[in-house]
């Protein structure tokens, strides 16, 4: 069994240091076997913002894995957003925007889908290219079959129910169709600071699956995370998402902070 603590959003230079340093005691109470941090973990991509954003996962008792986000690129230095626009996020958080990780239960593949300029007036919104989703593909159809496969980007592929016109990651249909084919069974992301899940299947039945790729217990899913600690809440509090993967199977927790403790959100 695998254990994943799916956090979101942390917004260093906008956070509540309550709810940081209580996050941190949550998660070490009932260690994980990874943490994943899809995206955000800065506000205005400063260096004091990455360096207090990697000395608290540092705090945290396994290590993690985290893609960047929109606002993991500056705004405010221009030359430094078009020619090197990843550079802090290497410097403070890990020279890699699209890790991978495998052992021998799960199989985890970043995508980053933050853009330093997109041709469309807000550069906030998200986009994956045909180069990324062949890349996927690939990496996807060629882990072995048992593992339980895990894609992580910070924006939102598929809407909530409730908002159906969400801007979702230009191309996202495309996306999703591929992923599904190509046998992942969990997409993590974040962005909205809304926490939400939704499931995905569209492979008929009579679709045959490339070799190697491993057969799903039920259809993707897509699992969104709240802000964990930022004090930009959209009508959700703060919260994580607490994955457990075991034999293939999925269960998630979402835990919530209530203004004065973590605890088990209901349903």
């Known amino acids: 069994m695998r254990k ?14 309550d709810v940081v340093a209580s996050l941190a005691e949550d998660i070490c109470a009932n260690p994980p076997n990874l943490v994943v941090v899809s995206g955000d973990l800065t506000m205005r991509a400063r260096r ?3 360096i207090e954003a990697k000395a608290f996962l540092d705090r945290l008792p396994a290590p993690f894995f985290a893609v960047p986000g929109n606002h993991d690129i500056t705004f405010y230095r221009p030359i430094e957003r078009f020619v090197y626009p990843y550079r802090r996020w290497q410097t403070y958080i890990s020279p890699l925007l699209e890790p991978t990780w495998q052992d021998d239960e799960i199989a985890l593949l970043g995508l980053n889908t933050a853009r330093p300029i997109r041709l469309h007036w807000n550069w906030s919104h998200g986009s994956i290219s045909h180069h990324q989703m062949a890349r996927v593909r690939s990496d996807l159809e060629g882990l072995p079959s048992n593992l ?9 592929f598929m809407a909530p129910r409730e908002n159906d016109d969400t801007h979702l990651v230009a191309r996202s249909a495309l996306a999703l169709e591929t992923f599904s084919r190509s046998g992942a069974n969990l997409i ?22 490339p070799a190697g790729v491993a057969e799903r217990v039920g259809p993707m899913m897509i699992l969104h ?3 964990a600690t930022s004090t930009r809440l959209r009508g959700s509090r703060n919260a994580y998402n607490l994955l457990s ?5 999925l269960s998630v927790t979402v835990r919530e902070w209530d203004g004065a403790k973590w605890s088990d959100a209901i349903a």
């Open 245 to 249: 993967i075991d034999r293939g199977v």
């Open 188 to 209: 993590l992301s974040g962005h909205l600071h809304v926490g939400y899940r939704r499931p995905f299947e569209d492979q008929p039945e009579s679709d045959r699956q």
């Open 48 to 50: 004091s913002e990455f």
């Open 148 to 156: 339980f496969r895990i894609l992580v980007a910070h924006h939102p």
């Open 4 to 17: 994943i603590a799916h956090l979101s959003d942390l917004h260093f230079g906008r956070t509540d240091p």
């Open 225 to 227: 995370a709240s802000t």
